[in-house]
Every structure is written in C-alpha cells, then in structure tokens.
C-alpha cells in the first residue's frame, strides 16, 4: 500500500471535526504529516497527509472507515493516494 | 508538496466535471488458441480470455478507489476472429459460435463490452473474412456485449469497394436483426480507414496482430473538465483559449497513465499505450458539442464548428501527448450524436447536419458517429456514406470511421432511445438521391499517389 495518502474532509463546520478524525487516525496507528484547512462561510475544506506504513488494514477498509467517521461528524471525507496529485500539478 | 488548492481543483473536476478514466482495455491475443476443429477453439478462447482477464474488473475497481477517480469500463479486445477462426470455420454460423463465446467470457470476467469480432478487408477478401461479415447480424443480435469492427480501407492500400458494397447491406441486415431493440445491433458495429491497432473504445477496439500477447491500453476522458475551462476564457485571444485546453488536456492525460501504469503493474501485463480522446457521455456538460458551444459558437454544427473542432483536436494532443510515454490509439475528440446530448440536441433543432459532421471528420479522431438515420435508407447509400468517410480518411492519412444505425420502421425526426453511454437521439434526414451506380462498380480504389513513399 502506497504510504503517503491524501485526506480530504469538506462539510459545514462546528467544533470536534478533527479530533474526531484524530482520534481514528491515533487509534490506527496513522501518523499525520501535514494538514491544512479554510474555513468559508461555515463551510470547512480540510486537507491532511497522512503516512499509512504503519496502518494494518487495507485501503477499501480505510475509505469505509472513513464514511463512517463522516457520517459521524456531518462531513465527507475520502482517502486518495498523494500520487494522483503530484502526476496532475507536476511536470 | 501538494497543496491544498490543488487537491480542491482535481476532486471539483471529479465531483462536478464528470472527470473519470473512460476505460482499461486489455488487448489479448488469440493467436495461439488456433486450431481447425471449431469445439476446441471455442473452449481455447473461452479459457485464454477467462484466465487473462480474470482480475481485471477488481483491478480496475481497486485503482479509482485508491486514486478517487472513477474507471468508467473495464473492456477486453481480441486478435480480429476473422484471422482466428479463419481454419475451424467453414460456415458463417460457426462465427456465429465464435461471438457466442465471446459473449460468455465477457460475462464471466464481467467486462462491459468485448471487442475484436473484426476483420481486415482493406485491399481484399478471404474466404474467412467474407463469412464472417455474412455472421455479424445474427452474431451481434444473439450477443450484447461483443463489438464488430470492420477495416475497409487504408492510405496504404486505398478502399476496398466490394467490402464497402457488402457493408452498406450487413448494416442493413443487423439494423433488421435488432429491430425490436431501436436496432441496437449496430451501435456494436463500426467500419474503419486506417484503424489503430492499440485503440481502446469500443465499437472498434480490436488486438492488433503487431501487438505482444497481451497489453493493457487505456482511454481517458474528460470533456466536462474541458468545457469548464473553455468557459473561463470567454472573450480571450485564441492564444489564451489554446493554452487552457492544452493545460487540462495535460491534467486529464497524467490520470489515464497514472493508471495504466497501474494497471499494468498490478495485472502483470505490459503496458501499450494511453489513448488521448475526448469522448463524451449523455450526462449533462460532459459533452464536445458543449466545449464548441463554449468556444463561441451559438451551437455546434453553427459555421466556425469545424476549426472549433480543429483547434480542439490538435491542443488536446499537444497537452496529452507530454503527459503520457506512450500515446497511441485514436487519440483526438469522438463527436459521436446520440452519446452527447448536446450533439443530439443540436442536430434536433438543425443546426447539426450529416453533411457538417462529415466535414468535422476531416479535423477529429474518428467518423461518422452513433448516427441514427431513418430505417428505409438503401443499403447502398449507406455504402455511399461510408465510401465517403473512407476516402477522407484515406487521403488526409487518419483513421475515418462510420457507426450509423438505420432504425427499422422509424423515420426522419422520430426519436431513438439505446440507453445508457449509447444514449439517445433524433433520427437525422439522409440526402435522398442514390449513388446506386457507383457502388455497384466492384473492385477496388487504388492508393493515393501520397502514399508512394519508398
């Protein structure tokens, strides 16, 4: 599994979003190298990267995981491989 | 690092832009499943194509989920069965076995559409190849996922005009085969000048027999997220409308090798090549005919369409062909009618004739496209249009192609309904005045003198 991952969350904002999201990555043993966030009118975009060499399940449990924890805090939030991104803006 | 910014541009064209991979395509050679007696080679098919292809819808499911990008078809192409089947059959129902085949072991790998229920008849017919153009309307009407393509032509060899004539009259004959369906047997049918070995989209993709065992090809897409460009540079010079369209062709283009090398790796087959075609899909804005329209005409077939096109064409290989090692297929903008709503549309209210979507082949990746006519044409007009498309493709040395569906028992103006990505469209008029004589020549045309180069 590709260790470097893209988290995106977007939703309405409200306090605990992250922590929520936090929380399940210290649980997971997924550690967070970088994170960035806007906030526009209520409205939260958040991006974090992620490294998944330590994490033991697999990449279609992560995205499922994720759904939940979205669901959870009224947000959605998907996992992409940080390879898809650096092909599109990088030459 | 990526920023933030960039993550929000590459999921809006996801989530609002229809941007997806159009289709993994595995080429699988069936060369080595020849045999003359027709049960074995049946059985040789079945398992080579069920073995090779086993993995490749999960395959295909795992990347999009992983990179959050949707791979719209998995698709298999094959060795033309006209060269395969060519020592086990001796009837034209033995193809027919063929393509039943064929259509169970697209259903059991659980691809979408098999093509290669081909033959190559550019500069001549052999026994086989006959019969198995005298197959295609029971084989595409007993089957719903196998694709037929037929070569009548090249630069290289000029046209074969007696497999023009034969054409016209198997359309016909598949139109009629399928008529309960809107005829939808022909939508699985296509003739090319000069096809591509390595094309991945169907109704045409076939293994070439230049091609290695097998080979995964991919088709990206991407429409929408053009026409959401074009839109931000109304009022701009050309220079600036150029630059924006070979840009997002480079963004699209990355996706499609991203996945292909994936692909690759994962199903343990080589990698041929990325296909840098627009093709667009009935869902509304991921559409050619709308990125024309953005581009500033008041709809597409509207004078100024055909350089529109031109320019669309040629910046989308500019951007696509840095973006991908290997570029290959059709590799331009598909204009098919019925699969772009906005094509549809504009060819409803008239602004789109037949004649400007011929004169729009000269300057795109393929021919006349998903074209509904009224179910009473004659065969041999039909072999007049598809002698016309021939022609362009073998003079201006590009590959020309022809999908046209005359719907049985419906007219000029009805409406044809396929569903799904073959969608649906208004029955276009046909010039009435027949060209009769001129097919019922026989023989061939020669090579154009530019094809002379040795």
């Known amino acids: 599994m590709a260790n470097r991952t893209i ?12 922590a929520e999201v936090c929380n399940y990555f210290a649980q997971n043993n997924i550690n967070i190298l970088d994170l960035s966030q806007t906030v526009v009118q209520e409205y939260i975009n958040m991006m974090m990267i992620v490294d998944l060499s330590k ?20 947000c959605t939030i998907k996992a992409q491989r940080e390879e898809v991104f650096n092909m599109m803006h990088r030459i | ?39 074995d080679l049946c059985d040789n098919i079945y398992g080579k194509i069920t073995e090779s292809a086993k993995d490749l819808v999960s395959v295909g499911d795992e990347i999009a989920l992983e990179i959050g990008i949707p791979v719209i078809n998995k698709r298999v192409s094959i060795t033309p069965a006209a060269i395969v089947g060519s020592s086990a059959c001796k009837t034209a129902e033995d193809f027919v076995k063929i393509a039943e085949t064929l259509e169970k072991a697209a259903c059991k790998v659980g691809v979408n559409f098999l093509g290669g229920y081909s033959a190559l008849v550019q500069k001549g017919m052999s026994k086989a190849d006959r019969l198995l153009i005298e197959s295609i309307p029971e084989a595409l009407a007993k089957t719903d996922h196998v694709c037929s393509s037929i070569s009548l032509g090249s630069t290289k060899t000029g046209i074969d005009m007696d497999a023009v004539k034969l054409m016209g009259e198997t359309v016909v004959k598949t139109a009629e085969a399928t008529k309960d369906r809107d005829s939808v047997g022909c939508a699985k049918l296509v003739v090319f000048c000069n096809p591509t070995d390595d094309n991945p989209f169907m109704a045409g993709a076939f293994h070439g027999v230049t091609e290695g065992d097998k080979v995964i090809n991919v088709g990206v897409s991407g429409p929408g997220v053009v026409r959401k460009a074009v839109s931000q540079t109304k009022g701009e010079s050309f220079e600036v409308l150029c630059e924006t369209i070979k840009k997002t062709a480079f963004k699209i283009t990355r996706v499609g090798q991203l996945v292909a090398k994936e692909a690759s790796a994962r199903l343990d087959v080589p990698f041929g090549i990325v296909d840098l075609s627009l093709a667009p899909t009935p869902a509304v804005g991921d559409s050619i005919a709308d990125i024309i329209h953005e581009m500033g005409m008041e709809y597409c077939g509207a004078p100024g369409t055909t350089a529109a096109l031109a320019i669309l064409n040629d910046q989308v290989k500019k951007g696509g062909i840095m973006a991908s090692s290997y570029v290959g297929g059709l590799s331009g903008a598909f204009i098919p009618v019925s699969e772009d709503s906005s094509m549809a549309y504009a060819a409803e209210i008239g602004a789109l004739t037949l004649e400007k979507l011929e004169a729009m082949t000269c300057v795109c990746s393929v021919g006349l496209d998903m074209i509904a006519i009224p179910g009473d044409t004659s065969a041999s007009t039909i072999s007049g249009i598809i002698a016309d498309e021939m022609a362009i493709g073998m003079i201006n040395q590009k590959t020309t192609a022809v999908r046209v569906i005359p719907v049985i028992g419906k007219k000029a103006g009805d409406t044809f ?14 010039n009435p005045y027949g060209c009769a004589d001129f097919i019922n020549r026989g023989g061939r045309i020669p090579a154009p003198v530019h094809s002379f180069k040795n």
Do not use: W
């Open chain 1, 7 to 18: 988290i995106t969350l977007a939703g309405t904002d409200h306090p605990g979003i992250i």
């Open chain 1, 55 to 74: 994490y033991s399940k697999t990449f279609p449990e992560l995205a499922q995981d994720l759904d939940a924890v979205g669901k959870k805090v009224g």
């Open chain 2, 1 to 39: 690092m990526v920023d933030l910014k960039e993550v929000m541009e590459t999921n809006n064209m996801v989530a609002s832009e229809n941007l997806d991979v159009r289709t993994i395509t595995m080429g699988i050679s069936l060369l080595d499943c020849m045999t003359p007696d027709l049960d």
């Open chain 2, 417 to 430: 309904e396929l569903g799904g990505l073959l969608g649906s469209a208004k029955i276009m008029p046909v």
